[in-house]
Each structure stands twice: as structure tokens, then as C-alpha cells.
């Protein structure tokens, strides 16, 4: 008895830490379950207020309740905006289209399939919320069909009033979830954007000054996580537009701060870059003398300065200007330490350019103004091509396979493929991934819903009791969905749940209605999936190559002078395509896109520079030697253009000019040489 009380005890002892573990991932935070009961109050809220106007189908009024809402209040209510934006122009388009083909069921079947992949198409062009209401237009469009078409697909002339009625469910379901976000979620997206932006400008400054100062390791590898974490600030800048309408008519001093930030960390990095280059003592005095320049503000611990950033912003975008001032006046040795003072200084003036989008989101009513920036051009074209071919294919699919097999729920089916097919293309890199997960989810959406649907709501008598049993299912989905672990499952339990538990006035429990479905859900979602696997999106390292053609065929243009742009312009491009890159892409392609922002800015700067001294030839020599991917040739060129512009006398007036264009040629010369494998790339 002693020898197996003490073989229980070893394995308990073993065990302990995994048992800890896994309540550590069980845990759900109360902010978690905070939004499970938001989550259950849209819900009850919507499907009450159906009842009470005697809705059609209350139902979709409680799921896109469900929907719509959002772990944060900024989410939620730019969310609901763009899907209100998204239901109506989806409604709308079906009354088109049943107007355009009236009498004609291929005709308004292929319409219906070819709206959808025009919107899978436009989805995949946007980000974050707009994504989601072009896609949005296309869904609703197939779930107004789902009940506008017969048996075998044909519109009937109810199209509009159908239409007027699922815009009215989905609006009252939008507008409950809002309603209840707004009563009991006061929002702190401001705040979490102020806190973000202040970190991440004050990490920066932080490795300038390190780097200046010789206490730099790691340097190019901080950069890449810094321009991830860049990227995230759009869907956070949009969530707080959506809480804030100071925030929003601020928007663009916003974008103009987090391009701020990327110009700053691509300066630092050049920085970085050409001292990792230099012998180990050339310029040491120097260098040390430019960060001993700076402000006491910039050059404090990063907690203090970080805290600074958070509560005045405006005093940090004074020392930065003082700083830039002391920077310019400077005398310089050599090129080499003119380039590293004038990239410095480009450094912190974005970097003010930034604390001034710190400064609208704490005082709103300072006059920083930022102007409206250029449209850029889609990075890439072929895999919203893609997705809408793909979209396309499948719908139409599906149709023909209702059409040939006339099944009642068939245009279910349609609808929840349309789903799948426009809202996850968005995401190429996990769509196939999410569509089985939201299969999984269904399946275990399908078990709770027949469960109340057959079991506890035939004993309930009233809509308390209703709100109960969508309680026990909704509150617990709506915790979990907040968390890491697998939430496509739970946001499929949520979205699908109040459809297939169908509530209604006069209720009726119906098996085979039920199961019908359920096996439209599964049907629609099934060839969603196969048409990923089938037709699968371009893989990432795919979309890196075309970036990175792209982005050298416009570089050569712009040496050749067939493509003019300010270097604000072409930092702009280039930040556009950073973006489109995909999450998992490798630090090698990141660091060739930003040698190409250099190099371009580089090209941009030094022309009117050639063209003031006489010395267009020598120059262009050199930029027909990069166009032509003759990288030797082009620095043995630039190092002649060197020469010649350091020959001109010294009496001659523009010597600053000359020596912060020699600083330039430098860059342009160092980069060549350390990215020389892309840029020899042959022209595509």
C-alpha cells in the first residue's frame, strides 16, 4: 500500500506542471467573458426587437448581432459601419440584377455568380474593415438570393421587398450590437495607439543614439521587427477612428506619423549599415560628437523618454527640430561623415513627424496638419485576379449542381459558399486553414443547435427562456473566441449557431427542415475548401518575387528617367509594397525592398544635384549602368562622379550641396555593393 501511495505521489508530482499548463490555457481572462455577455445581450436584443416589429426571419437580425460585435468598441462600431455600407450595396445589387434578368435563370445565376467574384476581387485590393464590407456586398447578395430563387434558381418578382426585408434583419442585428458596445464598453483604442506609437518612436531614437554612441548589436535584425510592428499600426489607427471622431478627422496626420516612423527607422538603419562598413576607427571622434549634440530629452533612458512621447509630445518635437538645427550646421570631415549627419538628422525629422501624430492623439486641438498624400498603385493585381476566378468558379459550381439536383436548400448553399469564398480569400495565406476550422466549428454548432433546438427549447414558454439557451451556448463561445486557441472554431459557433436554431415568433421544430440546414451549411462551406485546395492562393514566397520584380523594374525606369517622382512619392510606393508583403517573409526580401528605397531616394536627390554642376553625363552614365544591371560598372561610374563633383573649386557657390551629395553618392554606392544579386537581377 506504501510503495503505490508513493508511485501515485511521483506521478502526481510529474504531472503537476503539465496540469498547471493546461489551466493556465484554460484560464479565461474576465475581459473575456465580459465580451461573451456583450455578445449574448446583442443577440437577445436583436431577436426582441424582430419580434416586436415582426420581422420575416429574425434570425439574421441575432446573427449578425453576433457578427458584428467586437472584443473592442472601435472595432465593433467600424465594423457595423462598413457591414451597414456593405448590406446596402449588396441589396441593392440583387435588385439590379433580378431587374437585368428578369425571366432568365442562367443570366441571374451567372450574375450572381459574377457580383460575388467582383467583390472577392475588390476585397483582397482593401485592408482591414473596408475588406470586410466589399465582401460583405457580395455575400448579402447571394443570402437575399437564397430566398428570392425557387427550387432550381430562377428570381420571382418579390426581389425587392425580400430585399428591403434582410437588409432590415441585418441593419436591426448591426445596430443592436453597436447600441450595446456603446452602453457598456467606454474604449481605450486611443490610448493603446498613443502607448504603441510612443514605444515604438522611442525604440527607435533609442538605437539611433546606441548606434552613434557604439552600443548598436542586432541592428538589422531590431529593423525588421520594427517594420512588422509598423504594419500593425493600420487596423489599430482604423479601430481608433472608430471611437473617436477627433481621432478620425486626424487620420491623416496619423498615416503621415506611422510613415514617419518607417522613414526614421529606414534612416537609422543606413545609418547602421554604412558604420558596420567603416574601419573601426575612421571618424570615431565625429561620430561620438553628433549624439553628444542631441537634446537632453532624446538621450534619456527609453522608459523616460517613452513617457515623454505619451504626455508631451509637443516637447519632444521641439528638441528634435533643435537637434536637426544643430545637426545641419555641422562641419564634416568626409563624405562619410556627412552621410552619417544627414541621415541622422532625416532620421529625426521623421521622427518629429511622428511625435506629431502623438501630439492630435493627446491634444487634438494642436494645429498639426499633414497633406493628403498620393494614390499609390496596387502592389499586385494577380491574386485578387485570382481569388475572384476562383470565386467565380466555385458559386457557379454550386449553382449548377442546385439547378441539376433541384434541392430546396441549395441556395443556402450558395450563400454560405459565397461566404467562405469572399471573406477568407482576403487572408490567401490561411483561407484554405480557416475554411476547414469553420467546418469543425459548424459541425459543433450543428450538435448544440439540434440539442436546444429538440430538447430545451420545447420547455420553455417565453423569451426569458429563449435568451437562456442562447446564453448557455453563446457566453462560453464568445469568452473563447477572444482567446489564441483555434478561434475560427468559435467564431463559426457564434455566427452559425442562431441560424440554425432558427428563432421565430411561432417557433416550430422540424427535423428535417433542421438537418436541411445543416447540410447546406456543410455543403456551401465544403466547396469553399475544395476550391482553395483545388484553385490554392499564390504562395507567399511567390507574391515576394513578383514584389521585388516589380519594385526594380520601376527602380530601372526611374534611372532611365521614365518614371519622375519625388523622393516623398517613392518612399510612399515602396512603404505600399512593404505592407502587401506577406507575414511569414523571409528578412532577405525585406532588406532588398528597402535597398531599393534607398537606392531610388538616392537617385532622386543627386539628378538636379548633376544637372546644377554640368555633370549630367557623368551621372547618367552611372544610372545606365544600374538600369542595365551592371552593378561593377555602375559604382566604378559613380566613384568617377565622385571624383568629378569633389574637383569642382571650393570657391564655387553650393558646397554644402556638394558635400551632402556626396554623402549620397556614398549610399547609393555602398547599397549597390551590398545588395548587388538583386539589383543584377536580369530585367523581367
Known amino acids: 500500500m506504501t510503495r503505490a501511495a508513493s508511485l501515485l505521489l511521483?506521478?502526481?508530482?510529474?504531472?503537476l506542471p503539465e496540469a498547471r499548463r493546461l489551466a493556465d490555457r484554460l484560464r479565461v481572462p474576465a475581459s473575456a467573458l465580459m465580451f461573451g455577455l456583450r455578445l449574448w445581450a446583442s443577440v437577445c436584443l436583436a431577436l426582441y426587437l424582430s419580434f416586436w416589429l415582426q420581422l420575416e426571419i429574425p434570425s439574421w437580425a441575432g446573427a449578425s448581432a453576433a457578427i458584428a460585435s467586437q472584443s473592442h468598441l472601435g472595432a465593433a462600431l467600424r465594423k457595423g459601419w462598413f457591414r451597414l455600407i456593405g448590406t446596402t450595396i449588396g441589396a441593392v445589387a440583387i435588385v439590379v440584377l433580378a431587374a437585368l434578368f428578369p425571366q432568365q435563370r442562367v443570366g441571374f445565376l451567372?450574375?450572381?455568380?459574377l457580383w460575388s467574384a467582383g467583390c472577392a476581387f475588390v476585397a483582397t485590393l482593401l485592408r482591414n474593415f473596408a475588406s470586410y464590407s466589399a465582401a460583405l456586398a457580395g455575400f448579402t447578395a447571394a443570402i437575399v438570393a437564397s430566398d428570392l430563387l425557387g427550387a432550381t434558381g430562377g428570381a420571382n418578382g418579390e426581389v425587392f421587398t425580400l430585399a428591403v426585408n434582410r437588409a432590415s434583419e441585418i441593419c436591426v442585428g448591426i445596430v443592436c450590437s453597436g447600441l450595446v458596445m456603446a452602453m457598456t464598453d467606454f474604449g481605450d483604442a486611443p490610448r493603446r495607439l498613443a502607448k504603441e506609437m510612443a514605444a515604438l518612436a522611442t525604440e527607435i531614437l533609442a538605437q539611433l543614439v546606441a548606434t552613434l554612441s557604439e552600443r548598436r548589436e542586432g541592428s538589422r535584425r531590431i529593423g525588421f521587427g520594427l517594420a512588422q510592428r509598423i504594419g500593425a499600426l493600420d487596423p489599430l489607427m482604423d479601430?481608433?477612428?472608430?471611437?473617436?471622431?477627433?481621432?478620425?478627422?486626424h487620420m491623416l496626420e496619423l498615416e503621415s506619423a506611422s510613415t514617419g516612423l518607417l522613414r526614421?527607422?529606414?534612416?537609422?538603419?543606413?545609418?547602421?549599415?554604412?558604420?558596420?562598413?567603416?574601419?573601426?576607427?575612421?571618424?570615431?571622434?565625429?561620430?561620438?560628437?553628433?549624439?553628444?549634440s542631441f537634446p537632453t530629452e532624446l538621450t534619456a533612458q527609453s522608459a523616460g523618454v517613452a513617457m515623454i512621447a505619451q504626455t508631451d509630445p509637443a516637447r519632444l518635437r521641439r528638441s528634435c527640430?533643435?537637434?536637426?538645427?544643430?545637426?545641419?550646421t555641422m562641419r564634416c570631415a568626409t563624405p562619410s561623415i556627412k552621410l552619417i549627419v544627414d541621415e541622422a538628422a532625416r532620421s529625426l525629422l521623421?521622427?518629429?513627424?511622428?511625435?506629431?501624430?502623438?501630439?492630435?492623439l493627446t491634444d487634438p486641438a494642436q494645429p498639426v496638419r499633414a497633406r493628403r498624400h498620393e494614390r499609390f498603385p496596387v502592389p499586385d493585381y494577380a491574386p485578387s485576379l485570382l481569388n475572384a476566378a476562383r470565386a467565380f468558379t466555385a458559386i457557379a459550381a454550386v449553382e449548377l449542381f442546385w439547378v441539376v439536383t433541384a434541392w430546396p436548400n441549395g441556395a443556402l448553399a450558395v450563400a454560405f459558399a459565397a461566404i467562405a469564398l469572399t471573406l477568407f480569400s482576403a487572408r490567401p495565406d490561411q483561407a484554405y486553414g480557416i475554411t476547414m476550422l469553420f467546418m469543425v466549428g459548424a459541425a459543433i454548432t450543428t450538435v448544440l443547435a439540434a440539442i436546444a433546438n429538440f430538447a430545451l427549447l420545447p420547455q420553455m414558454t417565453c423569451f426569458a427562456g429563449l435568451c437562456l439557451v442562447i446564453g448557455l451556448v453563446l457566453i462560453p463561445a464568445g469568452a473563447l473566441m477572444t482567446q489564441p486557441w483555434?478561434?475560427?472554431?468559435?467564431?463559426?459557433?457564434?455566427?452559425?449557431?442562431?441560424?440554425?436554431?432558427?428563432?421565430?415568433?411561432?417557433m416550430t421544430y422540424n427535423t428535417l427542415a433542421f438537418y436541411n440546414v445543416a447540410l447546406a451549411i456543410f455543403v456551401g462551406l465544403g466547396a469553399a475548401a475544395l476550391a482553395f485546395r483545388m484553385v490554392p492562393p499564390l504562395s507567399a514566397e511567390l507574391r515576394v518575387r513578383r514584389l521585388l520584380r516589380r519594385t526594380l523594374r520601376e527602380l530601372r525606369r526611374l534611372a532611365t528617367d521614365r518614371l519622375q517622382l519625388t523622393s516623398e512619392a517613392w518612399e510612399g510606393r515602396i512603404y505600399n509594397y512593404l505592407q502587401a508583403l506577406p507575414e511569414k517573409t523571409e528578412p532577405t526580401a525585406r532588406s532588398d525592398l528597402l535597398s531599393a528605397l534607398v537606392v531610388g531616394n538616392a537617385i532622386i536627390r543627386l539628378r538636379p544635384v548633376a544637372g546644377r554642376f554640368d555633370l549630367d553625363q557623368e551621372f547618367s552614365v552611372a544610372l545606365d549602368a544600374v538600369a542595365q544591371a551592371d552593378i561593377a560598372a555602375a559604382i566604378e561610374r559613380l566613384g568617377d562622379f565622385d571624383a568629378k563633383l569633389a574637383a569642382v573649386a571650393p570657391t564655387t557657390p553650393g558646397l554644402p550641396v556638394r558635400e551632402r551629395a556626396r554623402g549620397s553618392i556614398l549610399v547609393l554606392s555602398e547599397t549597390l555593393a551590398q545588395h548587388k544579386t538583386y539589383f543584377e537581377t536580369s530585367p523581367p
Open 486 to 506: 483555434l478561434p475560427p472554431v468559435f467564431i463559426a459557433l457564434v455566427a452559425t449557431f442562431i441560424p440554425l436554431l432558427g428563432p421565430a415568433n411561432q
Open 110 to 113: 451567372l450574375g450572381l455568380a
Open 239 to 249: 479601430e481608433a477612428g472608430g471611437e473617436s471622431y477627433d481621432v478620425r478627422y
Open 10 to 15: 511521483d506521478w502526481t508530482a510529474g504531472r
Open 350 to 360: 521623421a521622427l518629429r513627424r511622428a511625435f506629431g501624430g502623438l501630439l492630435v
Open 321 to 328: 527640430a533643435a537637434a536637426v538645427r544643430e545637426l545641419l
Open 264 to 292: 526614421a527607422m529606414s534612416a537609422w538603419r543606413r545609418v547602421a549599415v554604412h558604420l558596420d562598413l567603416l574601419p573601426s576607427e575612421e571618424g570615431r571622434h565625429e561620430i561620438g560628437q553628433i549624439a553628444r
